[in-house]
């Protein structure tokens, strides 16, 4: 093991406030009635409609203006009546691009650093657009990482094995010398797996017990 890569949303990071609050914040000025949790449960329908699209549609293929497109698409479904969706819509991608709304776990620190101080290359590879650049450079110490891999910009999203591929051409390890770390089962641990990389499945929820590398925290990285 010589590269330790992260998964982001979930794993390293989380939005601060929570989507729902944050889509019902936005729903209400706008127009919208709809309670938080309806605007959470509408929001996790059309997230899980729409991953299942992208991947039997578009092959994972993607790049900043279709990023774009996918998370209009998801919230017009979600914030359904709003008077102006488009409006809101801008203020939710802002929103969701700065780091201000968004926070470290607990455990991210502190595992960060002690492998970082072991010699080992540290990254990390989302199903995300440009904006997490910005959302990792006001987040230490996300902000000192140069391997930050993200799909809008590879062209690719996991759990595609191009994904793998395509950072893999970018590092100067095998895919055997690469650890995944993330907390969806099919997009980090499988699909990381059947790239060839070594995976570990970050499972908070202790949701699984059927992954052989599990942890809950991130404390339990070796």
Known sequence: MRCVLFDAVGTLICP?????????SVARRYGSSLSE??????????FARKEAEDGASHGCQTDEARERRRWQAIVTEVLEGVADVDAAFDDLWRHFG?????????????????LAARGLELGVAS???????????G???????????????????KPSPNFFRAIEERLPFTGREIVLVGDDW??????????????VFLDRG??????PVSVRTLRELP
């Not at 949790?37 to 059309?46: H, N, W």
């Not at 987040?139 to 990482?145: A, N």
């Not at 202790?206 to 992954?211: G, I, L, N, V």
């Open 139 to 157: 987040l230490p110490p996300l902000d000192r990482c140069e391997r930050l891999f993200v799909s809008s910009e590879l062209g690719v999203r």
């Open 98 to 114: 700065t780091s201000a709304n968004w926070r470290l776990f607990d455990d991210v620190s502190d595992t960060w650093n002690r």
């Open 16 to 24: 601060h406030p929570p989507v729902a609050q944050a889509y019902s």
């Open 186 to 199: 099919t997009n980090d641990y499988l699909a990381a797996q059947a790239a060839g990389w070594q995976a």
């Open 127 to 137: 199903n995300f657009d440009q904006r997490l650049w910005q959302v990792c450079g």
């Open 206 to 211: 202790a949701e699984r017990d059927d992954a």
């Open 37 to 46: 949790p309806e605007v959470g449960e509408r929001f996790r329908r059309a």
